[in-house]
């Protein structure tokens, strides 16, 4: 956090309890880290399911990529995802639906030929339903970790040596 601008002394008690608790959720196991999301004790309860939303959301885009002939390709793209451990299926009996909060979906489509990914999901977290809390609000976002980026951005372009990596595969290493 030093590296950000962020010092202790910026932080109230219940920011440091909250940090203190993601560090302390941060397991490795299997080559990959477990982490459990800091969550706003007093929102994730009020986050109500949208089990009817998702699925209408669902029935929407099955139907578009029906008819523009894409529905195999964003399915393959579920699938992908699944061999390699990003998602993973669950099941839920249909009386139960309405006690899970769902995360509606569309695909977004790159007709660039130079593009490596022509369909992808985009998955919407802030969906909201009526007053109560979205997902996102729901997910604890006090300290802005990009408090200075311009200094970030001064310091990347004046140091004689910058680092770049495709982080892809150690995103793909972090569980939650």
Sequence with gaps: MESL???ESDLS???KQKIGQFIQSIKFKDNKYYIQLPWEDDKLSCVPSNHAVALHTLEHVACRLEKKQLYQDYLKVFQEQERDGIIEE??????????YVWIPYRPVLKSDPTSTTKIRPVFNCSLKLGDAPSLNEATYQ??????DL???????????HV???DIR???LMICL
Excluded: Q, S
Aim: proline share 3%; net charge negative.
């Design 90 to 99: 669950i099941f839920v009996t249909p009386e139960r639906f309405d006690e």
């Design 163 to 165: 680092a770049l990596a």
């Design 142 to 147: 006090e300290i802005n970790f990009t408090n």
């Design 13 to 15: 008690n219940y920011d």
């Design 5 to 7: 601008g962020i010092r």
């Design 169 to 171: 595969e150690a995103f």
């Design 150 to 160: 311009l200094d970030l951005l001064l310091r990347f372009r004046t140091n004689d």
